[in-house]
Structure formats: structure tokens, C-alpha cells
């Protein structure tokens, strides 16, 4: 008789594998695109930069001149007070949110939407950035920051910047406890026990010293308890650069 492993326990509502999602201070996600927006600009102004638990970069409340405010992650250089825009004819400078069409090729963009209104998806993490590759008939092309090139809608919004907090992951957690914490804010278990390590009853990849090791690719439809390794995995091994 085995036992349901991490994966088939997470999520039953108890304490041990509970998110403190209550100290997180709000989603970051633009305001409903406006017929202002679209046609012109609405001016508003940071008017605080916080720390969010869970997140890796900072969260800045940004107040509108029609009363509204909404929170969005921070790019660097932005500070407590400064002035921003939102439109399809607002300045390109940083901290700025402007539509993909209206921006120059070259920039660097962080927080894009992927379709109109969904509020931001794309280069959201500390440190990270898109850049506008070209204006095509099919859309504006961005890289992404894996690297990969791909086709957006020319109304999707972006901010023009990188998200604050590079480097943050360059830096030694130095002792267990800093980890602990940062894996708690986020929800995740931790120390994590390799599958390999355990015994038979309490993995699928348990006890593999005594026996040949389990190949760790599962297919996408494997019931919970299987469902561990490499899910539905296109490739396995080292990667290789294609040229």
C-alpha cells in the first residue's frame, strides 16, 4: 500500500501547502481599454511603489485623472510621483503604456498583452523585457525573452521599459531559511525530496537503486500519482543549439 505523494496532496485546503495569498496586495492587470485611451491620452501618476509577497518585482498604484486606479508591475527608472500616460498617443518613454502599433521598432517593452484587454501576459518577471523587432500587415513582431519571434495584435498594450528587480536572482540565498520563506510567500513546499530518493511506496521513481531507473517522460493524460517527471515532454536530454 502506497501513499498519495506531494503532487496528489497539494491543493486540499490545508495550511501546509496554502498560498498566504491574503498579504498580497492586488492583481497587476491594465484598466478596460476606453474610447479616450484608443483615441488619445489619459494622464495619471504613480502614486506608490510596494513590495507584493510572492512577487519578485515591485508593484506600483498608478491613479488616472478619471479616478480610476489600477496596479501594474514597475519598470526601472520609475519612481513615487512621477507622471505617466496611457494611449495610443502617449509619449514613448518609460513607464508608459501605449498600443504595440504606436511604438517604435527597437524598444524595449515589458508587461504585453497578448490579446486586447487581457490586462498583460508577456515579460512580466524581474528583469524582463520584450523588444519590437517590425510592423507587418499580420501585426507587430516581438522577441520574446526566450528568444523566440512571434506575431501580436497592433492594439495590444505594452509598457515601454524593463521590470525593475534584475539580478535579483543572482543573488545567494546564503541559508535554508531565506529559502523557506521565499517558497512559502509563493506556496510552494519546501525542501523538496527527490523522487529518486524515496522509497517505492512514496513515487513512482522510488527505489531505483535496486532496479533499472523508470524513464521519467508522461504522457499529458496520466492519472494523478503518475503524473510526475517530464510532462508530455516534446524533447528530453541536452539541449543543442539550432542553426
Known sequence: MGKRIRVQRRGRGSSTFRASSHKRVAPA??????????????????????HDPGRGAPLASVRLETGETFYTVVPEGVYEGQPTQIGSRAAVDIGNVLPLGSIPEGTMVCNIELSLGDGGKIARSSGAYA????????????????????????????????????????????????????????GHK??????????????????????????????????????????????????????
Open 29 to 50: 492587470h491594465y484598466p478596460p481599454t476606453s474610447k479616450e485611451e484608443k483615441e488619445g491620452v489619459i494622464q495619471g501618476q504613480i502614486s506608490e511603489i510596494l
Open 131 to 186: 523588444t519590437i523587432v517590425g510592423h507587418t500587415p499580420s501585426g507587430t513582431m516581438i522577441k520574446l525573452p526566450s528568444g523566440k519571434t512571434r506575431y501580436v495584435n497592433d492594439l495590444c498594450r505594452a509598457t515601454v521599459g524593463v521590470i525593475s528587480g534584475a539580478g535579483r536572482v543572482e543573488k545567494p540565498f546564503l541559508k535554508a531559511g531565506a529559502k523557506f520563506h521565499l517558497k512559502k510567500a509563493k
Open 190 to 243: 519546501y525542501p523538496r525530496t527527490r523522487g529518486i530518493a524515496m522509497v517505492a511506496a512514496s513515487h513512482p521513481y522510488g527505489s531505483s537503486k535496486r532496479s533499472a531507473r523508470k524513464v521519467t517522460t508522461v504522457s499529458r493524460r496520466a492519472p494523478p500519482g503518475k503524473k510526475v517527471g517530464l510532462i508530455a515532454a516534446r524533447s528530453t536530454g541536452r539541449k543543442r543549439k539550432r542553426r
